[in-house]
């Protein structure tokens, strides 16, 4: 009877809950984006657009949605884990910055890049139910599914723990160096568009959506050609395997589509990436501030 009160008058409860409502603001509104991202990066058939006609004409708008039961239900503990490593690690990577004073931007990029190769080990396994269910109906992914626990069961039973972590290697490739630029992103725009407010804690609602968009696309766009390998790594069944491995999926799709392969639904991923980031960090920002009592009457104030 007495957890939810306890756990919500703790600095880690709180961080918890708004972690928690970020992530599932950026997942709702990002993720018709995501999966229009993931059939571009599978196969050659156009643009974001023309897919989007054809997913819609053929199988409804909500195949859009396909597979969002996976990130959505793992949502909560992975933004939880994300910001709660963040906090302790861009502390940690620079310690000759007083407590009282936020972390220096070297703390904050080497913070970022710590907590995106640990959060890998969880979003890996996430992200490949998430493309075999996305995939589905397009030739990629031959084994029709009902739901995520589906393709779990169906990957543990053929390909058993090393399926079940396929792409992993690329996975934290790709998040490392992402959640470093990701993360000083932020704080180097939010300081920029609203100077002080790093140590206030005061800033407005634009602020928080344009700095958490431009992180979003600067991870994204460093990031990118790994994405576009591990989304055909994941799309493998053992039925289906092309790839032996990165190398091996980067030497053979640059040979067969060319070098422009590597950045195919790039713009989708971009215009994805500022949507779902700038709603992440006002949700998580704007949570937060409620759960603090005071955090409310600071926000309007500086809208």
């Known amino acids: 009877m007495d957890f939810w009160p306890e756990f919500l008058a703790s ?5 918890f809950v708004a972690g928690g409502f970020g992530g599932i603001a950026g997942i709702i509104s990002g993720y018709p984006l995501d999966t229009l991202r993931i059939r571009q990066q599978s196969s050659n ?9 054809h997913v819609v004409a053929k199988e409804g708008p909500f195949a859009l949605y ?57 979003l890996s396994p996430v992200e490949l139910v ?4 996305q995939l589905q109906n397009t030739g990629k992914v031959t084994e029709p599914h009902k739901g995520p626990s589906q393709v ?18 690329v996975t934290m490739l790709r998040d490392a160096p992402a959640h470093g630029f990701y993360f000083w992103t932020y704080e180097y725009m939010r300081e920029q568009l609203h100077p002080g407010c790093r140590k206030s804690g005061q800033e407005s609602l634009n602020t928080m959506l344009i700095a ?3 992180a979003g696309v600067a991870s994204w766009v460093c990031c990118y050609p790994l994405d576009v390998i591990k989304t055909r790594l994941q799309a493998q069944t053992p039925s289906s395997v092309k790839y032996r491995g990165i190398f091996d999926c980067l030497k053979k799709s640059v040979k067969e589509e060319g070098y422009s392969v590597l950045w195919r639904g790039l713009g989708t991923a971009v215009a994805r990436a500022f949507v779902v ?10 949570s937060l501030r409620c759960l603090f009592n ?3 009457i600071q926000l309007e104030e500086a809208i």
């Open 11 to 15: 600095s880690w409860g709180r961080e």
């Open 277 to 286: 980031n700038g709603a992440i960090f006002a949700a998580y920002e704007i």
């Open 66 to 122: 396909r597979g969002m039961a996976a990130p959505l239900a793992s949502v909560t503990f992975q933004n939880a884990m994300v910001f709660q490593i963040y906090a302790i690690f861009s502390r940690a990577c620079d310690s000759s910055v007083p407590a009282t004073d936020p972390p220096s931007y070297k703390g904050v990029a080497l913070g970022g890049f710590s907590t995106g190769a640990m959060q890998s080990l969880l």
């Open 294 to 296: 005071n955090g409310s």
């Open 130 to 133: 998430k493309i075999r269910l």
């Open 152 to 169: 779990a069961k169906t990957i543990w039973k053929k390909e058993g723990l090393k399926g079940i972590y396929r792409g992993l290697g």
């Open 45 to 53: 058939k156009g643009s974001a657009f023309s897919i989007l006609r």
């Open 212 to 214: 958490g968009g431009l």
